[in-house]
């Protein structure tokens, strides 16, 4: 039995060019499987031929659980930690306690089992070495034949036995194929599941289409034209931004191609996908006003600290700038990393005045000033107390500013700085506190002094916790207080209907 052991696994090893170990654990499966017959299904069982002779013995086993376990099912193949150890076994969780037990012959049973299992295994350990061939492929365009659709999506014939599968979620809603059909995709990933490794193929990944511009566009592939960013809303509508490294080549026109031919061919690949090629700008600002084409940009306040643009539009192209669902606003987001937000040039405006008087109520409550003052340093671009301490020359270049008031300014933003940063009271109050009803700005600033910064923050406080404001008398702090609960019982009452 053990020659005739040596005798299948080296001529199925040579015969379906799969390694000889592959075929030794096959049969030792088909072993242990055929002992689970003939003795007990429910255990396990563990078969070691040794390879060079061929000789076998087998083994039933239980595998040591903790004695608090969840997992213990069956004392038919599992055993307590205490157990195991009362038997004088020398374990610890996880372990495997093993009894030789009589070895079956390698007889019909086993060998029919053994062709089955060595059939599975060869399959595949096959299709693992054809995969492995696609594993430096993965981030790159894969083009394959459709074999069939199903449940799980679309299965696609990479050639040798190889097939890749792209799933409903990374398919285009316009993908409509039949058998035969050829097809391209963005080799996303190689997973490893119980079958064997599966390969993952996207039709939605914003890297197809830079993978498609870059097959169509030879600059790119020469250097000459760099692709920067990508966003999508896949088989809609597409925005990719596009950079020349050579003088005088206009990097949207090389993409677009004569008369649209190149854009044309990858936006046919895509089911129709609307594809707009934006040209890259290092100034952030000057590259948002691109990727909002086609609307006109009229005005843009950047906060860089939170990475967001206010853009204001012309009341006419709000729609346009929004886009249908949101969805030119939305690529522009990912496309530029920031967050924008779009209004009319009006509602913009009407925004700035307002953001301006929070800053002006921020520096005569911080500095006490009269509004006059504080007016002039907004109007001359200081929007923080930091900056009143660190651009000192600007401000002492303030027309209506004398240097002995630029200095006293300066010493006020310093001293309350220093407050704020030993009482630790140095944020500002957040927009839904400034935006609440019955709130003032004034009152607004107090409370942020005081560690509230939200609605969210002043509905948690009790009304004993605001009495040491000034002017604040406890009716007054109950109304407030209820004002910012209110949000907490419009949800129980959502909840309730």
């Given at each position: ?152 999506g679309i299965v696609l014939d990479m050639g040798e036995n190889a097939e890749a599968l792209i799933p409903r979620d990374q398919m285009l809603p316009k993908d409509m194929v039949r058998p035969g059909d050829r097809m391209r995709g963005y080799l996303k990933e190689i997973l490893d599941t119980g079958r064997g490794p599966q390969m993952i193929v996207s039709r939605t990944d914003a890297n197809l ?136 040039e009006q509602e913009a405006d009407d925004a700035n005045l307002k953001e301006q008087q929070l800053i002006v109520d921020k520096f005569i409550e911080k500095l006490d000033i009269d509004e006059d003052i504080a007016t002039i340093l907004v109007e001359e671009g200081f929007t923080s107390l930091d900056e009143l301490v660190y651009d000192f020359d600007d401000v002492c270049a303030i027309d209506e ?97």
């Open positions: 039995m053990s020659k005739e052991i040596l005798y299948v696994v080296d001529a199925v090893s040579n015969e379906k060019n799969v390694d000889a170990d592959i075929i030794f654990e096959a049969v030792e499966i088909a072993l242990a499987t055929a002992t689970r017959k003939k003795h007990n299904p429910q255990m396990d069982v563990r078969v070691s031929i040794d390879r060079e002779t061929g000789e076998y013995e087998t083994f039933r086993r239980w595998e040591v659980l903790d004695d608090e376990s969840e997992e213990f099912e069956s004392p038919e193949k599992q055993i307590l930690y205490s157990y195991a150890k009362n038997d004088g076994h020398d374990v610890e969780i996880g372990d495997f306690v093993e009894e030789p037990i009589e070895s079956i012959e390698f007889g019909r049973i086993a060998a029919q089992t053994a062709k089955q299992v060595i059939v599975q295994k060869v399959r595949q350990a096959e299709r693992e070495r054809i995969v492995e061939g696609f594993r430096d492929r993965v981030g790159q365009l894969i083009l394959g034949t459709v074999k069939r659709v199903d449940h799980r289409l830079i993978e498609l511009l870059k097959l169509e566009v030879p600059e790119i592939g020469q250097e000459m034209i760099d692709i920067m960013a990508a966003s999508r809303d896949p088989g809609s509508r597409a925005k990719i931004a596009v950079r020349a490294n050579i003088p005088n080549l206009d990097p949207v026109g090389a993409c677009v191609g004569m008369r649209g031919s190149r854009i044309q061919t990858v936006t046919n690949e895509l089911n129709d996908e609307r594809v707009d090629i934006i040209p890259w700008d290092d100034d952030i600002a000057n590259f948002v006003i691109n990727s909002m084409k086609p609307a006109e940009v009229l005005s843009i306040v950047v906060d860089e600290e939170n990475k967001t643009m206010r853009i204001g539009v012309d009341e006419d192209q709000l729609s346009q700038a929004i886009g249908k669902g949101g969805q030119n606003v939305r690529l522009a987001s990912e496309l530029t990393g920031w967050q924008l937000d779009i209004m009319s500013f004398n240097e002995e008031l630029a200095e006293e300014l300066r010493s006020r933003a310093q001293n309350t700085l220093l407050t704020q940063a030993i009482s630790g009271t140095s944020g500002s109050p957040q927009q839904d506190l400034l935006e609440m009803d019955s709130m003032t700005n004034p009152l607004a600033y107090k409370l942020a002094a005081k560690g509230i910064y939200t609605m969210e923050d002043l509905a948690e406080q009790a009304t004993d916790d605001l009495l040491d404001i000034d002017d604040m008398t406890e009716e007054r702090a109950g109304e407030l207080i209820m004002i910012a609960r209110a949000p907490w019982f419009a949800e129980e009452s959502a909840e309730d209907e």
